[in-house]
């Protein structure tokens, strides 16, 4: 482009002729090219150089050096496409999602959130025009509200996109991962009522899909019907919970007898680790201010900043751990069942991290899981009362974690223990 703002007509013929050259052009070639020639044919080439910006940006596995700066000009180029083009929707949703990552990446959470509300806009228009149930954008719209801590809006977003998801079924578990968030943002909203209801739901979808007697399906459905349990028993619906935990000891004795050789799925294993998160939540919050893991969201789904600073969190957990067996040790009034609660939280963002990062994840957790019900016994018999229900807890995390890994005999052990302490009945 000359100083006079015209397009230098050399710099538009070098622009076509590397696009027309036989050899492979780079991401970098293609977008210098394209934001020449889309000043002089927009409807062709900007939904060309948003998408050339985008691929720029993060190729080869590694993030560009300037990674959000060309994802902000691949939104102006999507936002400078004619309204009137057919393809503008898709290009701008498109774009607007890459950048949102970048920024949230970046710490500008509320500009983030911003670029979600406007794909969701963009998925409302669509769907309307579709006419079509499901909205794209709702879901992720919905965790950025429950990261900020906004569980009412979060949860009405949730209800609108399980509504659309209900009359199709499970579709490859977008349903039941739909229904684990939204019971998640309900109880986090005060909606306990609600929320049991769509656990029962969900248990409902998993029972279905196990009854052609499919070792992972019923592995799916065990975890599901103990997180069920867990959140009944926090509500004081305790013959209901009681019901639900023989269900569950019913099903883990009939998987135990089917053998010892099972592969945990990476579906099981990904729900497991969060259904693991959820009955401790209220136990582990972030300062006021931080941003928080969405509720019942799978860590494919987190913001990258709220992942980091989660994931980062486990090496001061671990050294505040570390410290406090000390002074539990000599003086255990103070400070055990404290150490008991943090060493929990501990387990479940270690657990949620490894799990997150590979399928080998059982042996860097297992030892956690080991000693959280070594600390449990000793608070049950330091303080009885206190101690005996968290040692029942305890036990059910080493169950599930053995059900996660495929070792049925291991967990079956533990979950019989569980259900026959005296403290279980209550």
């Not at 013929?13 to 889309?38: I, M, Q």
């Not at 769509?198 to 799916?220: K, S």
Request: proline share 5%; glycine share 8%; aromatic share 6%.
């Amino acid at each position: 482009m000359d100083h006079s703002g015209t397009v230098d007509q050399d710099d538009i013929v070098r622009a076509r002729n590397v696009l027309l050259s036989s050899g492979r052009l780079s991401p970098r070639d293609k977008v210098d090219a394209y934001r020449v020639l889309a000043q002089v044919s927009p409807a062709a080439y900007l939904p060309l150089l948003a998408r050339a910006l985008q691929h720029l940006s993060y190729q080869g596995g590694r993030r560009h050096p300037a990674a959000l700066a060309l994802c902000e000009e691949a939104v102006a180029a999507a936002r400078s496409i004619d309204p009137a083009e057919p393809a503008r929707a898709d290009v701008l949703y498109e774009a607007l999602n890459t950048c949102q990552r970048e920024l949230y990446g970046a710490g500008r959470r509320a500009e983030g959130l911003a670029m979600r509300a406007e794909m969701l806009a963009i998925g409302r228009a669509q769907a309307e025009l579709a006419g079509e149930r499901l909205v794209a954008g709702l879901e992720t719209w919905a965790a950025g509200l429950s990261e900020e801590g906004r569980y009412a809006e979060a949860a009405d977003a949730m209800s609108e996109e399980v509504a659309a998801l209900l009359p199709d079924g499970s579709r490859s578990g977008a349903l039941a991962w739909s229904l684990l968030e939204w019971i998640a943002v309900l109880h986090e909203a005060g909606r306990s009522g609600e929320a049991l209801d769509a656990f029962e739901t969900l248990c409902g979808l998993n029972a279905a899909e196990a009854a052609g007697n499919d070792r992972d399906r019923m592995i799916g459905h065990l975890h599901t019907l103990i997180g069920y349990a867990r959140m009944l028993d926090a509500h004081g619906r305790d013959e209901r919970a009681g019901l639900v935990w023989e269900e569950a000891l019913a099903l883990l004795t009939e998987l135990a007898g089917l053998g010892e050789r099972y592969s945990a799925g990476g579906y099981e294993t990904a729900f497991w680790s969060v259904l693991l998160s959820m009955p401790g939540a209220g136990s582990d919050r972030p300062a006021p201010g931080e941003p928080r893991p969405p509720s019942g969201a799978d860590p494919m789904r987190w913001s990258p900043d709220t992942k980091e600073r989660w994931f980062e969190s486990r090496h001061a957990l671990r050294e505040e751990v570390d410290a406090l067996a000390a002074r539990a040790g000599d003086d255990p009034d103070r400070h055990l069942a404290e150490l008991v609660r943090l060493h929990r939280v501990l387990t479940v963002r270690s657990t949620v991290y490894w799990r997150y990062k590979t399928h080998l994840f059982a042996e860097p957790v297992r030892p956690l899981f080991h000693e959280g019900v070594d600390l449990a016994r000793r608070l049950s018999l330091h303080d009885p009362a206190a101690g005996a229900r968290i040692l029942v807890g305890s036990l059910i995390d080493r169950s599930a974690f053995h059900v996660a890994v495929g070792e049925l005999g291991p967990a079956l052990e533990d979950f019989r223990e569980a259900l026959g302490h005296p403290r279980a009945a209550n």
